[in-house]
């Protein structure tokens, strides 16, 4: 019988990996991502680097990342730098560096594709891959079931490093809900082979919060009603559970909690939206800093339009985000004549909304985001059957039926 086999795969450390790769005199040291491009390694008189570190930040940015060294100092991803810094004063501190990132993210996923082509993308550094049909993959031996898939796994992992020069840590199970849980059993660089019978030995023991889709709120109300184990979920009667959380969610934790999921792995998930924003080192005033922002605005919508390009996707709405000294957010979009991927056209048509917000105020964030997405290409095909048929009618019409009327489009056209 043909067993479902699904892979997880987390490259490990991801962004702090790629940085070790381009600092090698890095390695086994605490290093730490975050903060801005202030904090750019220095070239030394004899070319060596010189790097920021911990105990010099000052600000309010928060890790992205950072190594499994600065991790055994106690930091970790979304925790403020000058609290990362009384822990870790020496820790070295390096800025994020997106489009190294996405280079070696697409780079690990061709290599994955070449053994494993049904896919999954969870993200940049993330994938499920849909191993059942893999060759080889159902084998097994006489001391172990699992033995075909676990092989399939290791030359994954091989394939990604050759690719990469990065490792990544794997989970295989009947399912993704369990390969999720796997892949982070053994890091750095572990390979997880779970099967339905290992659930209490080895799922069942980890805290509930363990379980991919149960976040902080949910752990908190969970552990307050004496649930702390994926165990004691699982032991909880089922009609209670839907008492406690509604019959949804009450009855997908009572699945989720026995490694029961049935959902499949998706090769293609049409984006609905792309955003970029960025949070300031300092408040910037809309005045004052002008400069500065108009700069940093023109970069995000440079950064959207070319997400769009790369995803081969179009889009129509066209939003800003902006987060006020106070913690408060506002937003604005709007809805443009035609879909686009224009750097210029994004920029303008954001501009507009930008306009219809207090700017007295200054500024902690600032984002913009392209909605009403469609692929490239069908809404090319759309958009020549129209202009065919309008090029049909001018041709037939002697006269407009309607005078021309212009388009306006002011804060009528806004929406919050």
Same mark, same amino acid.
């Given at each position: 019988?043909?067993?479902?086999l699904?892979?997880?795969?987390?490259?490990d450390?991801f962004y702090?990996s790629?940085?070790?790769?381009?600092?090698?005199?890095?390695?086994?040291l605490?290093?730490?991502?975050?903060g801005?491009?202030?904090?750019?390694?220095?070239v030394?008189?004899?070319?060596?680097?010189?790097?920021?570190?911990?105990?010099?930040?000052?600000?309010?940015?928060?890790?992205?990342?950072?190594?499994?060294?600065?991790?055994?100092?106690g930091v970790?991803?979304?925790?403020g730098?000058?609290k990362?810094?009384?822990?870790?004063p020496?820790?070295?501190?390096?800025?994020?560096?997106?489009d190294?990132y996405?280079?070696?993210?697409?780079?690990?996923?061709?290599?994955?594709?070449?053994?494993a082509?049904?896919?999954?993308?969870?993200?940049?550094?993330e994938?499920?891959?849909?191993?059942?049909?893999?060759?080889?993959?159902?084998?097994?031996?006489?001391?172990?079931a699992?033995?075909?898939?676990r092989?399939?796994?290791?030359?994954?992992?091989?394939?990604?490093?050759?690719?990469?020069g990065?490792?990544?840590?794997?989970?295989v199970?009947?399912?993704?809900?369990?390969?999720?849980i796997?892949?982070d059993?053994d890091?750095?660089?572990?390979?997880?082979v779970l099967?339905?019978e290992?659930?209490?030995?080895?799922?069942?023991?980890?805290?509930?919060?363990r379980?991919?889709?149960?976040g902080?709120?949910?752990?908190? %109300? #969970?552990?307050? /009603? @004496? &649930?702390?184990?994926? !165990?004691?979920?699982?032991? *909880?009667?089922?009609?209670?559970?839907?008492?406690q959380?509604?019959?949804?969610?009450g009855?997908?934790?009572?699945?989720?909690?026995?490694?029961?999921?049935d959902?499949?792995?998706?090769?293609?998930?049409?984006?609905k939206?792309?955003?970029?924003?960025?949070?300031?080192?300092?408040d910037?005033?809309?005045?004052?800093?002008?400069?500065?922002?108009?700069?940093?605005?023109?970069?995000?919508?440079?950064?959207?339009?070319?997400?769009?390009?790369?995803?081969?996707?179009?889009?129509?709405?066209?939003?800003?985000?902006?987060?006020?000294?106070?913690?408060?957010?506002?937003?604005?979009?709007?809805?443009?004549p035609?879909?686009?991927?224009?750097a210029?056209?994004?920029?303008?048509?954001?501009?507009?909304c930008?306009?219809?917000?207090p700017?007295?105020? %200054? #500024?902690?964030? /600032? @984002? &913009?985001k392209?909605e !009403?997405?469609?692929?490239? *290409?069908r809404?090319?095909?759309?958009?020549?059957a129209?202009d065919?048929?309008?090029?049909?009618?001018?041709?037939?019409e002697?006269?407009p039926?309607?005078?021309?009327m212009?388009?306006?489009?002011?804060?009528?056209?806004?929406?919050?």
């Open positions: 019988m043909t067993r479902r699904i892979a997880h795969l987390d490259m450390a702090a790629v940085e070790l790769l381009r600092y090698p005199q890095l390695q086994g605490p290093v730490v991502i975050g801005g491009r202030r904090h750019q390694p220095q030394t008189p004899d070319g060596g680097s010189s790097f920021a570190t911990l105990r010099d930040y000052a600000g309010r940015g928060v890790i992205t990342t950072a190594t499994y060294a600065a991790r055994a100092l970790h991803s979304g925790m730098l000058m990362a810094a009384a822990l870790a020496d820790a070295i501190l390096l800025p994020v560096d997106f190294q996405r280079h070696y993210s697409r780079l690990f996923k061709a290599a994955v594709a070449t053994l082509p049904v896919i999954e993308d969870r993200g940049i550094d994938i499920y891959i849909d191993l059942t049909e893999v060759a080889g993959a159902q084998d097994t031996s006489p001391d172990d699992l033995a075909g898939v092989e399939v796994a290791r030359r994954i992992k091989a394939a990604v490093v050759e690719a990469t990065l490792s990544c840590s794997i989970g199970s009947p399912n993704k809900l369990l390969s999720k796997g892949s059993l890091k750095p660089d572990g390979l997880t099967a339905a290992d659930l209490p030995s080895r799922i069942w023991p980890l805290p509930v919060g379980i991919n889709g149960v902080p709120k949910a752990r908190a %109300r #969970l552990e307050g /009603l @004496g &649930v702390m184990s994926i !165990g004691d979920l699982a032991a *909880a009667d089922p009609a209670w559970l839907v008492a959380f509604g019959a949804h969610h009855t997908w934790l009572h699945q989720a909690a026995h490694g029961i999921d959902r499949p792995v998706v090769t293609f998930r049409e984006p939206s792309l955003s970029r924003e960025t949070t300031f080192e300092r910037l005033h809309p005045r004052q800093d002008r400069e500065a922002l108009g700069a940093v605005f023109t970069r995000l919508c440079e950064q959207v339009a070319q997400d769009l390009v790369r995803k081969g996707v179009v889009g129509r709405t066209v939003g800003v985000k902006l987060r006020y000294e106070d913690f408060r957010i506002v937003t604005r979009s709007i809805t443009l035609d879909h686009t991927a224009n210029a056209e994004i920029r303008r048509w954001a501009g507009r930008l306009k219809t917000v700017l007295d105020r %200054r #500024l902690r964030l /600032l @984002g &913009v392209v !009403g997405l469609c692929q490239r *290409a809404w090319e095909t759309t958009r020549q129209v065919e048929v309008a090029s049909h009618h001018a041709v037939q002697s006269l039926l309607f005078g021309d212009g388009t306006t489009w002011g804060a009528d056209k806004l929406r919050s």
